[in-house]
């Protein structure tokens, strides 16, 4: 299962982005797609997720500024994110996974977000 992030990109303190992440049509529409990601020097973190049936999760660092969406039709994920600080800055990664099927767990590739002035 071959995941596709896109929407990463260098934006100013107080600034906005919007990640997107595509899946191919072969994965089950029963699933949970997220966001999590990197910063240097640290292990990967959760950011957010969404249930197929739109229930979400985000971190505490992200809440009231991050907002994540799917489309079930699409199997796309998107995370919108505003009021950004040089804390978010990290590789974004996507994610699709079965909670009660650990093998059943695909990542995307990273995209690259830079929060600076």
């Known amino acids: 299962v071959q995941l596709q992030a896109s929407g990463g990109g260098l934006v100013q303190p107080g600034g906005s982005l919007r990640l997107s992440c595509s899946a191919p049509?072969?994965?089950?529409?029963?699933?949970?797609m997220g966001w999590y990601r990197q910063a240097p020097g640290r292990q990967r973190v959760l950011v957010a997720t969404?249930?197929?049936?739109?229930?979400?999760n985000y971190a505490d660092s992200v809440k009231g500024r991050f907002t994540i969406s799917r489309d079930n039709a699409k199997n796309t994920v998107d995370l919108q994110t505003n009021s950004m600080n040089p804390e978010d800055t990290a590789v974004y990664y996507c994610?699709?996974?079965?909670?009660?099927?650990?093998?059943?767990?695909?990542w995307g590739q990273g995209t690259q977000v830079t929060v600076s002035s």
């Open positions: 994610n699709v996974n079965l909670p009660w099927d650990p093998s059943y767990n695909y």
């Open positions: 049509g072969s994965i089950t529409s029963i699933n949970v």
């Open positions: 969404i249930t197929s049936a739109g229930r979400t």
